[in-house]
């Protein structure tokens, strides 16, 4: 194999960083990518939030590697088609701008390339991770024992949790085996028992009441049929957030029926489990720190550089008994354990590192603002839509969908498409998800950007749909 030094002689760039001395050139390329991302970032209200379709730059690598002010223009190429989550009216999605700590941290784990596979492949990291997701378990109240393991994004936290519940209620391989959750509960549900397994038929999706949380009696009486049917339920899982309108299902009612039943309860609260770090909205989710697992997706409402997501346990050692391997060409673990032996990911980056810097940026007083300033924000477009004869779908968070007062599917298909669009060339983006047979306009007001005069050109436009829409 070629030294390092060979194959960065090869190239017009210093392709792997001096071991031995300060490259003055590889300190000017990182700046000026630096540069150009402010750059993109203050001029981010000057672009439409969904840019126009750009051209790509030339995609396969060419006979000569590159120089660097080249593979920054065609970084820049790229840059100019991306989606553009800091303008004030990219209020459509869970992906609001990114935490700029969160950002740093990113270029540097980049730059560390260490793995939180194993300890001595991440010494510090993994002990960072350890102790961050169990600070995080115990702030959401899953007591002193409790951790978890950050993942590539909440499906993955989900089907991790799942594996778990599956094994710790002693039904691997169970064809019969049962998740119930509500009928409003992630899609990702529905992939994580594929992957385990399960036919379509094991996913229970049970009825909502008119705000869109799982009915207690419902749960019950699946849960006492499923008994007197010998059907086994692996998990009970409650939505802390759910993704049209995040609504929270009433967790502390539904952890009493699995407690009488000794049947593990997942929260998925990729949207709102933050919540449960602040005090003026944690009761927005009381009865989080009743579950066994509990998903928390910290890239979305907080602005974390995505990939964050973490599964937390109250029994965190459940993840080692299920996902350990032994690692048998590693050195054994000194410390807390292989960050590999406790999920389904091996070799990861260590995302831990712009988690723990964004959270340290941000303080409690931080978290704090952010989650108030989008629930303010819901609020007060709630406000503005409420006298315009809608139907609105709202919840305790920070989301709002909505639809023409008592429209047919089709005049909400029709509507939504045209207001869309309106808003669109009004700079503004929202979402257009198909609910209860119906398509909405959604809002996602976690874009700290997003001021009460967007807003209030929000209402304004969606007024003009309505007053547009076709009888
Ligand atoms: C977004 C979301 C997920 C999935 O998270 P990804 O990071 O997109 O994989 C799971 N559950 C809920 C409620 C979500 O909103």
Known sequence: MAPAAQIASLLPVPAFPDPASLDPALGAFLHQASDQLCQWWATASERSPLPPLSVLPEVAPGPQGLAPAQLLAELQQVMEGAYNPCHPGAL?????????????????????????????LAPSLSRLERQLTGWMAAALGLGAG??????????????????????????????????????????????????MGLPPSALRPLPVDGAGRLRPAALAEALEAARGQGQPVLAVVATAGTTVRGAVDPLAAIAALCRAQGIWLHIDGAIGAVCGLTQGHRQRVAGLELADSITVNPQKLLGITKTSSLLLLAEPERLGACFGTGLPYMEASWGGGHGGEWGLQGSRA??????????????????????????????????????LGLDLCGGPLHMLAFAPAGASPSQAEAWSAQARQRLLDGQLMLSRPLYGGRHHLKAVLGNPHTTATHLDQLADLVAQSLRNQQP
Not at 165 to 170: L, Y
Not at 172 to 177: D, E, I, L
Not at 351 to 356: A, P, R, S, T, Y
């Open 92 to 120: 459509a999605h869970l992906d609001p701008p990114p935490l700029t700590a969160s950002v740093v941290a990113e270029l540097v784990c980049a730059g560390l390339n260490n793995n939180l596979l194993a300890e001595e």
């Open 146 to 195: 409790a951790g978890g393991v950050l993942a590539s994004g909440g499906s993955l936290s989900n089907l991790m949790a799942l594996v778990v519940a599956r094994q710790r209620a002693g039904l691997a391989g169970h064809q019969g085996a049962q998740v119930l959750c509500s009928v409003d509960a992630h899609v990702s549900l529905g992939k994580a028992l594929a992957v």
């Open 350 to 387: 260590a995302e831990v590192l712009k988690l723990w810097l964004g959270l340290r940026q941000l303080g409690l007083a931080g978290i704090e603002a952010v989650v108030d300033g989008a629930i303010g924000r819901r609020r007060y477009l709630q406000r503005q839509l409420e006298p």
